[in-house]
């Protein structure tokens, strides 16, 4: 464990505002720097897992059931081993034999791997076959025949507690109902007190739909086990590739040594690769079963339906007020779908995520959540798609209560968050439920989004057009994040505490290598994280490389999920770059001959205080510190130096979001005009990169408000198994997204930075809603607002909640 | 079946099953790894490679259906060390987050700038709007090939300043396809 102790730097904003490229394209730290990563992209020369090939490599593929509630009642393999190209097939009863027919989820629940008793959700996996090439496994699966005897589905989750629900989970001992968790946040009592003192109380129920992150790679495996030295190599789309080791140790027995999980370059992740699927664990045993490599590789119908979707969420709110807008109290109950198997990923201690940060920005007296989880006959998951563990259901509950209060009061949406937002002086500012926010200034945020979205002149011409039947709506959003899980004494998931280790090692020339625990999909981290040790010892980042996603190269620590990269693994970085800077100071005064502290550091070199002509450069001081130079007592050589870094808290980037949308009368269809976002994530160490990371959130945030949901139908077959069905935006869908920042560092952080890839999944799909019920003039509606639902609403009618 | 592909100038042959996906000749059969698969319904375009010129989704061709024509992946894009102002745009924009739709995004891109050199944000839009992206959200995608389009014409400034416009115009065409062509 490290503490840091050093103040937080106040950093040097390189560029402010739109103002773009004027920085230099290679700076030695933070900056607008080109990403190391693209020149192999650019060529078709990343390595995904589906391009690796290993000798004698075989194929698999899972049979999937077609039934979402159904009992087994038989296996038969024989056609499937009778075809001439399959080596194995594998059933849940081959897997029971190893004890792997079920296994441990991240909540603490178990999962089938195959199906032995029976099947829970439509697109569960009950079989595999291994073959020698790709077609063979699929026409092999074809040929299982498996009887199966139907059973009555819980498909909506406000049916899954009622007495005459069918009891899905018969497998776990004693259990005789759908109920999975009861947890609760803040203080009932104190919230019953200010609802009962408020002018103005609003309800409103609403569902945030079950989606799907669906990174454009889906996920897959190569498992090779050495039968000779008994290795485990597995490759795998995994954004945790140390808790996945970790856990197929604990799991298959392994021994945690004899196992590599390697994360190549991974297409996206967006949550949806953190846990372990059924296929890693069914290409491990078909590579130990037949001595060979096995690649498993889904197809987009399977991962949309089996792996790990996002929110299903039913929250009925209430919101409390003071006739004049000042925002008392809120509460909620939550009734939350965990479909078949509870395997969301989430810190232990918190079943419900970090929803409990619903008071969101605002300063309110009293807060409390209730949230129930259950079980329905679908596919598992629901901590996913950038949701940060549930901030996403926290912000988009609290931003529609906020509109649906300005509606009540008749106020302006933006001058009662203005009123209620917490103040600058207030932080670190303790909500009502339990989290302390690091730092923010959103009065400034907010009024910086008006601003550059014209938000006085916005309203004229809404007026204007509503006066002409046009429809026109402006939504805002004004959310407070909390990212970068954390404190390794609160949070951990299946006993790991989620502090992160770093090492770096300084080379003779002065080339230096950081290796992290950490694990890219996208994200940028082998440009940024070098950039982090450039800042820090003035080493440039091209010099610097980056290892991750290799358990035999690199430190243990959680993986990237929850934006907790660059709080947790980025402040790692720099104190392991710090204690190499501080090592390389004695070296200095040795090479020198002063004491270590006449020094004084400037980027890249140790210099004798009132004398910066005697100094040594980080690079002459590295290959002092490998060379004959006679050291201190008690000094090593060599320039490197390790850390664990345990997070003393979060942090809570913030932003302003405002969206103007027109919609269509005549058919309910929704343009998206324009989004301008103004986010506030401390210390910016690559302006260029963190704006890339919010054009996919916002454009996330209109697919979810507008097109997403993966629906079923009253049997529970799955409505939204492909990309016909489950939409995302295309280029014609999203504006030329409009971006701003202000900068409030993390005081905690040790550079002041505080995560941000997950911001705007998390604060834009309220402003889209927020938007389009504005210009329809309609309190509420759930998600998706396709044009037919906009279309119902504008009818006058109940849009009925999605299934 | 024994057929025979140009693929990126070079002619490949290969026994194949009719049934054989063209993304799968490349991928498996050809080792040509930019090419990637992302759905099964033909929606997201990460297969995209041209045929002939033009782009196809190569998850929803027969790898028989491409026998005698000329295929062209991402791996010919570059002309050795020299990417194509298309590769050079996406950098230079950041253009790409995770690198798997990019190349069936070059190559739409390339295949727009080859018949229209000068386009609008909304026809780059249009153009590359049978592909999906999920991290860039698309507005530097955009903003990748339009700066492709802007160093095109760069290059091909000199020439055209002494001619015409609409011979400018075939000019930048002709540069444009001449580089795209490059194998």
Sequence with gaps: MTAVDEPPVTPQEPEQGQGRGQEPERPIGFGRMKRKEDPRFVRGRGRYVDDIQLPGMLHGAVLRSPFAHARILSVDTSAAEAHPKVKAVITGETLAGLGLAWMPTLSMDTQAVLATDKVRFQGQEVAFVVAEDHYAARDAIELIDVEYEPLDPVVNARHALAPEAPVIRDDLEGRTDNHVFDWEAGDSAATEEVFARADVVVEQTMLYPRVHPAPLETCGAVAAMDPVDGKLTLYSTTQAPHAHRTLYAMVAGIPEHKIRVVAPDIGGGFGNKVGIYPGYVCAIVGSIVTGRPVKWMEDRSENLMSTSFARDYHMAGEIAATREGRILGVRVKVLADHGAFNSTAQPTKYPAGFFHIFTGSYDIEAAHCEVTGVYTNKAPGGVAYACSFRVTEAVYLIERLVDCLADELGADPAELRMRNLVRPEQFPYENKTGWTYDSGDYPACLRKAMDLVGYEELRKEQSEKRARGELMGVGLSFFTETVGAGPRKHMDILGLGMADGCELRVHPTGKAVVRLSVQTQGQGHETTFAQIVAEELGIPPEDIDVVHGDTDRTPFGLGTYGSRSTPVSGAAAAVVARKVRDKARIVAGAMLEVAPDDLAWTKGRWSVEGDPSMAATIQEIALAAHGSLELPDGVEGHLEATTVYNPPSMTYPFGAYVCVVDVDPGTGSVKVRRFVAVDDCGTRINPMIIEGQVHGGLADGIGMALMEIIGFDEDGNCLSGSFMDYLLPTALEVPAWELDHTVTPSPHHPFGAKGIGESATVGSPPAVVNAVLDAIGVRHADMPLTPSRVWQALQGGEVEAPQ | ?183
Aim: hydrophobic share 35%.
């Design chain 2, 1 to 183: 079946m024994r057929i025979t592909v140009d693929v990126n100038g070079e002619d490949r042959t290969r026994e194949v099953e009719p049934r054989h996906l063209l993304v799968r000749f490349l991928r498996d059969d050809l080792g040509l790894t930019g090419t990637h698969w992302g759905c099964d319904t033909s929606n997201c375009g990460t297969c995209v490679v041209l045929m002939d010129g033009e782009p196809v989704k190569s998850c929803t061709v027969l790898a028989v259906m491409a026998a005698g024509h000329e295929i062209r992946t991402v791996e010919d894009l570059a002309d050795g060390d020299r990417l194509d102002p298309v590769q050079q745009g996406f950098i230079e924009q950041h253009g790409l987050q995770c690198g798997f739709c990019t190349p069936g995004m070059m190559l739409a891109g390339r295949a727009l700038l080859d018949r229209n050199p000068d386009p609008s944000d909304q026809e780059i839009r249009e153009a590359i709007s049978g592909q999906l992206c999920r991290c860039t959200g698309y507005l530097n995608i955009v903003k990748s090939i339009q700066w492709a389009a802007r160093e095109q014409a760069t290059a091909a400034a000199p020439e055209a300043t002494a001619t015409a416009t609409a011979t400018a115009t075939a000019t930048a065409t002709a540069t444009a396809t001449a580089a795209g062509g490059q194998t």
